[in-house]
């Protein structure tokens, strides 16, 4: 009846790329968030809290893998789950 499952912690780096040592499995079973600068961002690709970045992709430029090239966006980043 009471179905309360406790969250994981965001960690304070986080890619979405599950070839990444930054990539944890649990946190995605749930809807994650982003703000930078105040803004929200819908395509972020991996974040760093502590050190202020996100990678986003860009525009349509692949790399010779065919894995999209990220540019990386400082500001204030905050994590949150929706």
């Known amino acids: 009846m009471n179905d309360t499952k406790s969250l994981p912690d965001l960690p304070d780096r986080l890619s979405g790329n599950p070839r990444s040592p930054h990539y944890i499995e649990e946190v995605f079973e749930n809807e994650i968030g982003i703000i930078l600068n105040g ?24 790399d010779r893998r065919g894995q999209p090239l990220l540019m990386t966006i400082k500001g204030k980043v905050e994590a949150f789950y929706r």
Do not use: M, T
């Open 39 to 62: 803004k929200e961002r819908f395509d972020v690709e991996e974040y760093c809290i502590s050190e202020g970045w996100v990678k986003v992709p860009a525009h349509k430029a692949l």
